[in-house]
């Protein structure tokens, strides 16, 4: 099997020099360039499987030369070298499309971790299966999920920090584990957190770890999250929980690649890559002071939106029976089937709620339908958009009201003797129960003391909608 090539770009002899002997003696060929030209040339000539550039030479950038790659070259993964807390134009480099960065002086032990993780995403066939599986579970056909696929897959590729924009329940974890799965880190762990969900006062502990005896209750040495995902992807999700004083601790461990645990005498490196998520708007956080924008900066260096389910209206349907199939597996009975009636109200309506809320749906259907056959009432949906403004304000009007304008309502019928006069009793219990239960038919139904097929018989005869 022939050798891997890599291609370091610097000016420096003694940096050329110490990572040749260095990737050398990792079994790698190395080349060597002293300039923009010279890398130019060389790219043209061979096909390198990594690339090392420093971001300063003396005919351009190595940003330029990033820039080249990732578009001419996208097979090969180019990392920068930057000067040490050059923060700036490492996060440059990764929004130009480097896989990852390293600090001058070089430290040998996280430049192989590197090479090892860029090696593994130049590895096609491995990243394929890994793709054809994260595919698998991200549901749709619309183009704007076709879209988000193919993002994911070449944001898989490289260490760049992601923030996952999206509404609560759109599915912004199973992107990130997607991510994941996809990259060169897949072998290792996928660590997901969440950050509203750990007091503050023990978030330094869970994110760094501590020593025994450093505080009351320290009984043992205990690894931090950060230890723990090492070598893998840790997933902060709900990123905009996090108290002030821990997105400075925060910020330090992705500039520095290590962790201080409390009672610790020094630091352990730490190679992660952070993958973050939050239903909140965390650019309007940092303009409001409330997170911090150097953190903000180094965690958004890509902006990854999952899309609202009202967006992708079109993968209801395939999503409904996924999730049906899903939960009758689970449950190890056949599943259930949507009537055509039942499938067109999923599709008009708008969950708030997402990808989660459809599952609730489903979930309640199927305790709720007979036969094994889930109808629109089974469903139990909330009024969409200007509807549920109009029940809303329905619900704030007194009763004398509402008895007026069903008497109005039924002023035409009124010549129907004794059957219009009961008809227009039970329609006003009718409706008078549905708004009282928030248009919830089981809790209509068992407030009026009939059954739920009753009340569907009913609602259909009086042609109440």
Known sequence: MAKQTVLVVDDERDIRELLSITLGRMDLDVDTAASVGDAKRMLGEVHYDLCFTDMRLPDGTGQELIELISHAYPDTPVAMVTAYGNVEAAVDALKAGAFDFVSKPVDIHMLRRLVQSALRAGQATEADTGAQAAAGRLIGESQVMQDLRARIAKLARSQAPIYISGESGV?????????????????????PVNCGAIPSELMESEFFGHKKGSFTGAHADKEGLFQTANGGTLFLDEVAELPLHMQVKLLRVIQEKAVRPIGGRGEVPVDVRILSATHKDLAHLTQAGKFRQDLYYRINVIELRVPPLRERAGDIVVLARHILKRLAEQAGTPAPTLQPAALKA?????????VREL????????????????EPPDLMLEPNGHDAAIADQDRDEDDDDDAAELAAAAGEDDAGGLDSYMSNIEREAITQALKETRFNKTAAARKLGITFRALRYKLKKLGID
């Open 171 to 191: 599915g912004k974890e199973l992107v990130a584990r997607s991510i994941h799965e996809l990259g060169p880190r897949a072998t290792a762990a996928f660590v």
């Open 346 to 354: 999923l599709t008009e309506y708008d969950f708030p709620g997402n």
């Open 359 to 374: 599952e609730n749906v489903l979930e309640r259907a199927i305790a709720l339908c007979e036969g094994g056959v889930i």
